[in-house]
């Protein structure tokens, strides 16, 4: 920690020119365009501004992206199922059964009886 007194000797040191007047007032009049703007211009090794959008465009170029991408899936959605689905299935073919099994109904009969 800095003692009180050591504040004030730095505040009065003597001030060296770097820049010449003409070079301090285009760097002040590149300053106030730079915080009208609210950022700097970046370059590239090529010369080219680099331009970069913040997080809202790279949520739209998301969101496109998203929305294309479904509607290619949704338009060729009849060439890519049935492949799926057919790999999905196991076919043995028919057979004689053990046992048949009754979805509906009841053990006494009585839903056969009421339908007639």
């Known amino acids: 920690m800095l003692a ?5 000797k730095q505040s009065t040191l003597p001030r060296y020119r770097i820049l010449l007047p003409e070079d301090e007032a285009e760097v ?5 365009r730079l915080k009208a703007v609210g950022h ?18 790279f949520s739209l ?6 929305v294309v991408v ?3 899936l949704y338009l060729t959605a009849g060439l890519w199922l049935p492949a799926i689905g057919h790999v999905l299935v196991y076919d ?3 057979e004689k059964a053990d046992i048949a ?4 109904g009841d053990l006494t009969g009585a839903a056969r009886d009421r339908r007639g």
């Open 28 to 32: 002040e009049r590149l300053y106030q």
């Open 61 to 66: 170029k998301f969101l496109i992206a998203a």
């Open 101 to 104: 099994v009754v979805l509906a």
């Open 92 to 94: 043995e073919g028919p």
């Open 40 to 57: 700097l211009d970046q370059k590239n090794s090529t010369g080219r501004e680099v331009v970069r959008g913040g997080p809202r465009s």
């Open 70 to 72: 479904c509607g290619v």
């Open 4 to 8: 009180p007194g050591s504040e004030r």
